[in-house]
């Protein structure tokens, strides 16, 4: 199911997410910033225009901010400064739901990678920071907000994460875990990270019995060429709708119903994964076992994580990618 791209809603109760694939700036200076806001804020008008039946817009990571890394405070955001106020008063026109990156400034150090899910009455219904920086490469604050669960488009509960955060399968299952049916997905991958792109893509859905909605930026900055691969995946982990080029500002449209993924959880038995992590072997003991027999789940709790041959590890900071030395302890909110 897909609703023809996005073009058509089959069911009263279905939504039409779009991903936009948009192009990749070198961005260094407030100019340059302003400059790709008014960007992106065109494609929200774009999407609203050529998808007449699209509830959400989606935007990869660094849709304003580029892959250039600068932690430079003049081009840094605040949710009260005029960027964010751009994207509420886009969104408010257009009437759509939209999803947005931005670069956040922090008093505890480095800036924080967020991302920004705003309703059409120009609300932020949605306020994330990056969990998993894509080190030793990105310089950002690690996330310290949890991963929120919100109502999106149509009541439909769903959870954004960015980029190298859905490699790591537990980031996935704390979104479905907290009721999550739709996990959005957005990154400035490049070329490289392809095939685990949709490994993790399709692996998160069918784990998780979860939609998954993943685009990266497309497109070359001069120095970088990013991928693109806008993508959409059932909770079986079938692909329903991919991109078949990196083409900036394409825009992909999926359609969505209300209860797909947790109709799933509440009616299956084999593979229903997300109740059974939890409930192991339950035809032998009542209720399943319940309890944590993971060691790096007990050791990341008591504050000990430590794997076999970490001594060993070898890249352990940023500065091999000219990062300096972190001088910051890490902080939750």
């Avoid at 970490?310 to 939750?332: H, L, Q, R, S």
């Amino acid at each position: 199911m897909s609703g023809l791209g996005g073009l058509n809603k089959s069911f009263s109760d279905s939504i039409v997410i779009g991903v936009c694939q948009s192009q990749l700036f070198d961005i260094r200076t407030p100019d340059q910033l302003k400059n790709a806001l008014n960007h992106v804020l065109n494609l929200v008008k774009k999407a609203r225009t050529s998808y007449p039946n699209m509830d959400m817009i989606v935007f990869p990571e660094y849709c304003i901010h580029g892959l250039s890394m600068s932690v430079e405070e003049s081009i840094m955001c605040t949710l009260e400064g005029p960027e964010v106020s751009a994207f509420k008063a886009s969104c408010k026109t257009s009437k759509i739901w939209g999803c947005f990156s931005i670069m956040e400034k922090n008093p505890l150090g480095l800036p924080w990678n967020t991302g920004l899910v705003i309703n059409p009455e120009g609300e932020i219904v949605n306020y994330y920071r990056k969990m998993h920086p894509w080190v030793p490469v990105e310089p950002w604050y690690p996330g310290n907000r949890g991963i929120p669960v919100f109502n999106g488009p149509g009541g439909i509960k769903m959870a954004h994460i960015i980029c190298h955060d859905g490699q790591f399968p537990e980031m996935a299952h704390e979104c479905a875990y907290k009721g999550a049916e739709v996990m959005l997905r957005t990154a400035g991958y490049t070329s490289p990270i392809k095939t685990s792109w949709e490994i993790t893509n399709r692996t998160n859905a069918f784990c998780n019995l979860m939609w998954t909605a993943s685009v990266a930026l497309a497109g070359s900055d001069g120095t970088f060429n990013s991928m693109g691969e806008a993508m959409f995946v059932n909770p079986e982990g079938d692909i329903v709708r991919q991109s078949s080029s990196n083409s900036p500002d394409e825009i992909f449209a999926c359609e969505i119903r209300k209860g797909d993924a947790a109709d799933r959880r509440r009616n299956w038995g084999v593979e229903n994964n997300l109740y059974q992590f939890g409930h192991r072997g339950y035809p032998a003991v009542i209720g399943g076992a319940q309890d944590c027999p993971y060691t790096y789940m007990t050791d990341l709790v008591a504050g000990k994580y430590k794997q076999a041959g970490e001594e060993e590890v070898k890249v352990t900071d940023g500065t091999g990618c000219g990062i300096e030395k972190p001088t910051a302890k890490y902080v939750t909110n």
